[in-house]
């Protein structure tokens, strides 16, 4: 019993993360707009034999699964509480661990507890809104880059499993680091647990990941090559099959009617949201903290996680500006989901890179004094947006 205490002590953070999560995940599902509730639906729905499981099934699954496959509405609302919860905290965790990693070794109390005001900072990352967002557009999430959802249950499942996969395929970017099978064995199940529980990020990570490999190739040759390529192998594999199930036999449709894919004009569907003479301002108060950094710290350009995320970022951009859906789900945005995660990854290394000149107290830089107001308005935006969503219960 002293040893169970020691450690709930010890992370404090992630139980009072927990018990913030618990509390906002009811008040969302209780009282607000969302797609959490809308998923709760189909669990419904699957359990009634309605309809089959979607392609990308895992997060239905895992609410039945725990809820022993009852169709208590009281029940389920409990259980997907708790598993959104759970997930939230892990990608707390998870990127904590980042950034206790990348920024070396800590020795003091003071700088440990920094970098735990950091990474919780870092959790409830926001864009940064404007008077015509707030008062014109009356949006302060559509339209944007954003780093967090609240409203959308696969997206904050697969959060954690997706930050664990850029992680771990980051480590074997290093030529001098040799992958065991067990590495690769584990960056073929985070793959496949992507997709199946969402892979938008996957779409993002097939193509960059294959380039940031090449190195692999030109050193290793080729059978070492397919050896380090194999998630992505697979994962195509598992894309082309969701392809087909959803677009070609339209299983787990929201819809009746059919949807498909197609190439469209330039962000077309972020049009549907805001003007067009918005659209750079939006990226710039979206990634306000990565650009100045850039301008004001270029090495940041040499630093591995950063070139990664950000190649995930621009790739996840291209993505959602030229690619849409057509049919019912064109007004979705299912092809810009990718586009939150690899946005919360370019902030996570963002600050990772900023962690040591953050926790340096003899720092008198005014360039870092700037950075550190950056961070903390993107930190005061995510906590005004939480306020606006449910003052509003609109989540857009």
Known sequence: MKEIKCKLIKNIDIVLLFVVCVSIFSHIILHLI??????????????SSEIPYPPNFLFYFTINFLSAFS??????????????????VAKYAISKNIIIRLTG?????????????IALGLFFFFAIPDPYTVFVLDKMYLG?????????????MLFPFAVLLYWKQLQLFDLSYKATTKDIVIINILVILNILIKPSFVFVYIPIT????????????????????????IGGLFIIGQYY????????????????????SPFEVTLLWIPKWYLPISFLLSFCLPIFTVFLFKDILKY????????????????????????PRMTHGNFTWQNIICTFLLMLATVSYLTPKFLNVKQESKKVKFLLGLFIIHVLSGILYLINYAETHVYY
């Open 245 to 264: 199930l959803i677009y070609k036999l339209q299983q787990g449709s929201f819809d009746p009617e059919a949807s498909g894919i197609a190439i469209s």
């Open 144 to 156: 944007r880059l954003v780093p967090i959802v609240w409203h959308n249950s696969t997206v904050i």
């Open 34 to 47: 969302s797609d959490i509730t809308v998923h709760i639906d189909q669990v419904v729905k699957i359990n």
């Open 71 to 88: 169709n208590n509405l009281s029940f389920l609302n409990s259980v997907t509480i708790l598993v959104l919860s759970l997930a939230a």
């Open 105 to 117: 070794e800590i020795s003091d109390e003071g700088s440990k507890k920094k970098i735990c005001i």
């Open 210 to 233: 294959f380039f940031f490999l090449l190195n692999r190739f030109k050193v290793e040759g080729l059978k070492a090559f397919v050896f380090y390529l194999s998630p992505m192998i």
């Open 304 to 327: 591995k996680p950063f070139v990664y995320a950000l190649a995930l970022s621009i790739t996840g951009v291209f993505i959602s500006a030229f690619i849409m859906e057509t049919g």
